[in-house]
């Protein structure tokens, strides 16, 4: 079952930083996401949303987090929001890497369609690699099922 949650604000900074350099080292070489501005600063949270095993569905429980990342960007001017798509260790590595993109092109479109300017959203996959809870291989962790959503305000 998908969880959707906020984390504490407190990580955020130290994690905007970390998000960044997720985003441009788990990049394919032809889909590699720009970089944040110079001077951009966190502008809201860092959201998660889970996934079932072997699905890049977006359920409907994770729609509070679409809005709620939507309106953030409505609200807080020039914005760059980065969709980071991961996976566990079920399955074969570059099997991972296509579900952790379907995953991540799942919530890149779910933003797109309630309103987030695709010109503001740039979207990456790590497959298994760089996952919140180490694992070996074939185990099922939901919570590397899952795609990182981050805001960043750009300088105005």
Same mark, same amino acid.
Request: hydrophobic share 45%; net charge positive; glycine share 6%.
């Given at each position: ?56 569905? *977006?359920?409907?429980?994770?729609? /509070? ?31 991972? *890497? ?50 990182? /959503? ?7």
């Amino acid at each position: 079952m998908e969880n959707a949650m906020l984390r504490p604000a407190k990580f955020l900074r130290t994690l905007a930083a970390a998000v960044a350099l997720a985003t441009t080292a788990g990049c394919t070489p032809s889909e590699k996401a720009a970089a944040p501005a110079p001077g951009a600063e966190q502008a809201g949270a860092w959201y998660q949303i889970y996934f079932e095993a072997g699905s890049s569905r *977006v359920k409907d429980k994770a729609e /509070i987090i679409i809005r709620s990342v939507a309106n953030l960007v409505a609200t807080e001017g020039p914005s760059r929001v980065t969709v980071i798509g991961k996976t566990d260790r079920i399955g074969a590595p570059p099997a991972n *890497v296509a579900l952790s993109r379907r995953r991540a092109d799942a919530v890149r479109d779910a933003l797109i369609a309630v309103g987030v300017p695709a010109s503001s959203i740039a979207t990456s996959w790590t497959g298994e690699r760089k996952q919140q809870m180490a694992t070996a291989n074939e185990v099922d962790e939901q919570g590397n099922r899952v795609v990182d /959503i981050t805001v960043l305000k750009l300088p105005r």
